[in-house]
T-cell receptor
């Protein structure tokens, strides 16, 4: 199957700092990537849809100025948590949809390994 | 009303038994349905997807879909301790956006 890599796998930061998480599709081009957040013992909540070359679409209740998303290339999307606070501590997961016409087709989403953020 | 609902469990089954997981969804227009397995601290991994009413089998897993009842289930036959995980039901709401249920935790007793 296709590989989606997230970096870092885990990060600890001080309150008020910003943290960038990368999501890379290693063996396919992804026109669309999705960012999810998962709190302990809860399900994945979609935060935003990231489209290459355009602005991200945020779900209701997600602050776009706090969670900056950049999808600068067909293989990379980044999520920056700005001025992080302890309540932002969570497991952040990206998923990527292959571009049409590639080896993997466009009918499936592939998930990254997740990035665990702890804000002290 | 939540878009996707699952029994949170935990569901405890003995090794070798059948684990039955249920999921209901609210959007009657949903077209595709997914079951993911998530081990603690890990990202979800796709087990099955189903688009058409009826059963779909893949190894020890069988997904069942009933669009009229807005119900999708997952059966795990011959359950193994390695099947112990949280199983997430996901529904495609539009353009590949997935709405996830809260997950059902399964424990297989050796």
């Amino acid at each position: 199957g296709a590989v989606v890599s997230q970096h870092p796998s885990w990060v600890i930061c001080k309150s008020g700092t910003s943290v960038k998480i990368e999501c890379r599709s290693l063996d396919f081009q992804a026109t669309t990537m999705f960012w999810y957040r998962q709190f302990p013992k809860q399900s994945l909540m979609l935060m935003a849809t990231s489209n290459e070359g355009s602005k991200a679409t945020y779900e209701q209740g997600v602050e776009k100025d706090k969670f900056l998303i950049n999808h600068a290339s067909l293989t990379l999307s980044t999520l920056t948590v700005t001025s992080a606070h302890p309540e932002d501590s969570s497991f952040y997961i990206c998923s990527a949809r292959p571009a049409a016409g590639g080896v993997f087709g466009s009918g499936e989403l592939f998930f990254g390994e997740g990035s665990r953020l702890t804000v002290l | 009303q939540k878009e996707v609902e699952q029994n949170s469990g935990p569901l405890s089954v003995p090794e070798g038994a059948i684990a039955s997981l249920n999921c209901t969804y609210s959007d009657r227009g949903s077209q595709s349905f997914f079951w993911y397995r998530q081990y603690s601290g890990k990202s979800p991994e796709l087990i099955m997807f189903i688009y058409s009413n009826g059963d779909k089998e893949d190894g020890r897993f069988t997904a069942q879909l009933n669009k009229a009842s807005q119900y999708v289930s997952l059966l795990i036959r011959d359950s193994q301790p390695s099947d112990s995980a949280t199983y997430l039901c996901a529904v495609n709401i539009n353009d590949y956006k997935l709405s996830f249920g809260a997950g059902t935790t399964v424990t297989v007793r050796a």
